[in-house]
């Protein structure tokens, strides 16, 4: 289990997976998940080298100020 935190904000029900592939694309098999209110996250992951990416959809709000945000994408290693 991998827990963290997507914060600029917090920022919630942004979407975040696991990259098994490194494309920055959510393919078939990639564990996902959405942000609580909170920012946290916790995602079951095979690979643990595997880099995560967040993704900002039309879903995304971002709680502080409270603003909805799209198209943006963020990348993290998995250390």
């Known amino acids: 289990m991998i827990t963290g ?3 600029k ?3 919630q029900n942004a979407l975040v997976f696991a990259d098994y592939n490194n ?4 393919s078939p098999g990639e564990p996902s998940t959405r942000t ?8 079951n ?3 643990s080298n595997a880099n995560f990416v967040t993704i900002y959809d ?3 709000n971002d709680n502080f100020p409270g603003d909805s945000v799209s198209g943006v994408q ?3 290693p998995a250390s």
């Open 74 to 76: 963020l990348q993290a």
């Open 36 to 43: 609580a209110a909170a920012g946290r996250f916790s995602l």
């Open 45 to 47: 992951s095979t690979q």
């Open 23 to 26: 494309d920055r694309l959510l």
């Open 5 to 7: 935190s997507v914060i």
């Open 9 to 11: 904000g917090p920022l």
């Open 58 to 60: 039309e879903q995304t």
